[in-house]
């Protein structure tokens, strides 16, 4: 078996000299799949343009890790693991509009990355479908870890007094947040806006793209002429999805739509299945100072009833507040990052941090203004402190879940290790001998 491997690298490597006069090197194999220099290269290309730091050689740490995820793709293979193409391929769209924000355009991107831009597509889409494989087998592999409380109290009381972690000050926040009321004429401007834009598209006389560029206050879309990139029904907010899958001619222009980031004009490009792909045009209400300082006012009545004891910050939350993400939680603010309602300061926008900072449990702020940044605009807002935690060394009291935490990432990674080493032993591998000099994370690659 040994030798028919060897020979499969030799045959492999005399292929890839001789297509297209193009040299190219198989540096390893994993089972019977290669990896390439070429593949390693841009990888190498890719990790330093998303400023990804490479811990160590490039040339020894990439292809280890590329050996590794052979290892957990022939697995999931075997345990028929498949993901969500949709997902797929919103990821996919996602980072290509990075890319050519980043870059400047689609056709520096080719250049950047010297392919077309279904070859970049491709290959992205090939390396988030690996990704996510693979996340899903590690989830899979560990799923029979979940450490009891006495296990959690006996891995913290094994911590030596150094290891044990500081846990940063935290808190928890709750939020009120209104929506100044805008004015019918203020409405009718923006509409009268978009309608004309909408005529001068339609009658041939002005390009969607160019007015886009010019006037849409999506700024990141309208730097690519309103364009969108190929999205599924449920990645667009329904109103505006409602519409745009309803379209049919790319020539038209849609009518107007409703969100809650504004006014919208829309006009297909191009449907693929299930996706389709179209460029808009974004126009925000502008809120006069009056009408905050209303907003303002009633917010400060509401917070006063609360101080009074009059009504509970969750029964002024329920009544009044226009947060879909908290309104129906009491107010509570989750924390994306990780998962929970703990904050640390620098987590929080930057306007309720300052307003938090001196806050004690249970106080309630001033009204203020800050900005939406899910809707790009402004909004009114009160917040109640709930929680504060100032920082300190963990304890099982009121870093159960920390330190629970800690002791599940530990005993996973000691698996997944223990998983690939085992792995390694049953798996036939080779590396070039010019490609062995390395101080590899696992050691156990040569056992020829």
Known sequence: MKKAYSILFILLTAVLAKADNVIDQVI??????????SEVEEERLRAQYEGQQIPGDPYCVIPEQMAIQKLYLHQAELDSIEVNESTVSHQVDMRI?????QIGSREKMEEYFRKTSSEIREELADAVRNQMIIQQ???????????????????????PQDSIPVVAAHVEVQILSIEPRVPRE??????????????????????????????????????????LGFLGKGQLVE?????????????????IVETEYGYHIIQLIERKGERINCRHILLRPRVSAEDKMRAIEHLDTIAKLVRKDSMLFEQAVTMYS????????????????NGSSRFEYQDLPPEIAKQIYTMQTG??????????????????????????????????TDDFQVIRNMLQEKLSTEFLDNWIKRKQKE???????EWQGCDFEFPGWIHE
């Open 186 to 227: 203020e409405l009718d401007r923006i509409k009268t806006r978009l309608r004309d834009y909408t005529d001068r598209v339609n009658n041939g006389t002005a390009d969607f793209s160019m007015l886009a560029r010019m006037y849409s206050e999506d700024t990141e879309s309208a730097k690519r002429g309103g364009e």
């Open 322 to 337: 226009q947060d879909k993400q908290t309104a129906l939680n009491g107010g509570l603010m989750m924390n994306a990052m």
């Open 239 to 255: 109103p505006f999805a409602e519409v745009a899958f309803n379209l049919t001619d790319p020539k038209k222009v849609s009518r």
């Open 97 to 101: 509009n990075y890319y050519i924000s």
């Open 363 to 396: 106080d309630v702020s001033a009204p203020f203004v800050m900005m939406d940044q899910t809707k790009n605009k402004e909004v009114c807002c009160i917040v109640r402190l709930k929680t504060k935690q100032d920082v300190h060394k963990a304890n099982l």
């Open 427 to 433: 798996t036939y591998v080779h590396i070039a001998p």
């Open 137 to 159: 087998l590690q989830n899979k592999l560990t799923s029979h870890i979940n450490p009891t409380p006495a296990e959690v109290r006996r891995f913290f009381r094994s911590l």
């Open 28 to 37: 390893w194999v994993v089972g019977d799949e290669p990896i390439l220099l």
